[in-house]
């Protein structure tokens, strides 16, 4: 009997230390299940991003099979992409020039006395002009360059408020070249309240473009193909022509500069690429010289300038047509792609 309760108080004693070792082992605390939570948001996110990754990766992939498409294989669709673009740049420009234009509008509102057309500098010995048009200089009195014609050569008003305006940087060609740029300045009083631009060369251009684009040539005869075309050529002792691409469509064309010192007679004709004469752009006749000048007179390189002045790409033919008093006037003659512009066969006089 002893023995039987010995071994269930045994096999209870046993039950009990196991429940009370259950109870003794340690339960999950506080901080292990935020530190599960922690990592299931880590593992979650791992798994979004890596997503995100994917569709990342897909929408390149897309992107350059798109882009490639665009410029290799549809050649619409490049030259629509390439319209775009270049929209994008001019849509950005004309922001830029819109932002210069209101803060000049600012600046004049402000200052009372400050006007658009006034001079600023910006550089040393280089002042420009605000929203100034194209000037062009020749002899340094101002040059209408607007529409192909017998123009005069004007001085600058000295009572004037823009007089200063035409105080800027000029780039100036003599000898059919450029030769430099130089700051133009007011000259003394010329006549009664009346100015010219000194410092500048014999054609001043206010604008740093390429008034001569192409290649100008000048020799002293007649070009075989013009002679081949032209009768009477050989009774001009003094010859000069000038050879070059007026209109830039890869052809040349000749102005030929000729005298006879015998008759007194000089002219100046402008013959197309074939050699076929176009027109006489000028002419004087002894007669019309002779009587007011003991030295012979005759029209010459000296009367004639090659430069592109409108800045469209063409280079107009300056005759310079002398006069008995004042200053002479220009005629400015275009000719393109065979069509020619401007007043021609003038009869030149120094005859009061």
Not at 17 to 27: A, D, L
Not at 126 to 135: A, E, F, G, P, Y
Not at 191 to 201: E, F, Q, T
Not at 320 to 343: A, D, F, Q
Request: hydrophobic residues 35%; proline residues 2%.
């Amino acid at each position: 009997m002893s023995d039987k309760i010995s071994k269930e108080e045994l096999n209870k004693s046993g039950k009990e230390k196991q429940v009370i070792k259950k109870q003794e082992q340690p339960s999950k605390t506080i901080d292990d299940k935020s530190k599960e939570q922690d990592y299931d948001i880590k593992k979650g996110i791992r798994r979004l991003g890596n997503v995100l990754l994917g569709i990342i990766v897909i929408l390149i992939v897309f992107s350059g099979a798109l882009f490639f498409y665009l410029i290799n294989i549809n050649p619409d669709a490049k030259t629509e992409l390439k319209e775009s673009l270049a929209n994008n740049v001019v849509a950005t420009e004309n922001r830029i020039n819109l932002g210069n234009v209101i803060d000049t509008a600012v600046s004049t509102m402000t200052d009372n006395n400050v006007d658009v057309n006034t001079v600023s500098t910006d550089a040393v010995g280089n002042r420009k002009v605000q929203n100034q048009d194209l000037i062009v200089l020749y002899d340094g009195l101002i040059l209408d360059t607007s529409k192909m014609d017998l123009v005069n050569l004007k001085y600058i008003d000295n009572s004037s408020i823009n007089k200063e305006k035409y105080v800027i940087t000029y780039y100036n060609y003599e000898n059919f070249g450029f030769k430099d740029s130089t700051l133009g300045i007011l000259s003394d009083q010329v006549y009664d309240g009346l100015l010219k631009i000194n410092k500048v060369g014999k054609l001043a251009i206010s604008e740093n473009y390429e008034a001569i684009p192409r290649a100008i040539k000048i020799v002293n005869s007649v070009p075989t193909i013009v002679a081949d075309n032209n009768d009477k050529l050989d009774t001009y002792d003094l010859i000069k022509t000038i050879i070059a691409d007026l209109d830039g469509n890869g052809t040349e064309e000749y102005i030929l500069v000729l005298a006879n010192t015998s008759t007194g007679y000089s002219k100046i004709s402008l013959v197309d690429s074939k050699g076929l004469k176009v027109a006489d752009l000028a002419y004087i006749e002894k007669s019309k010289w002779e009587s007011i000048s003991r030295e012979e007179y005759h029209l010459s390189l000296s009367n004639l300038n090659v430069a592109d002045v409108d800045n469209d790409g063409v280079m107009e033919i300056l005759v310079e047509i002398p006069h008995y008093e004042g200053e002479p006037s220009i005629s400015l003659i275009k000719y393109k792609n065979g069509e020619l512009s401007g007043k021609t066969n003038i009869a030149c006089s120094l005859l009061p």
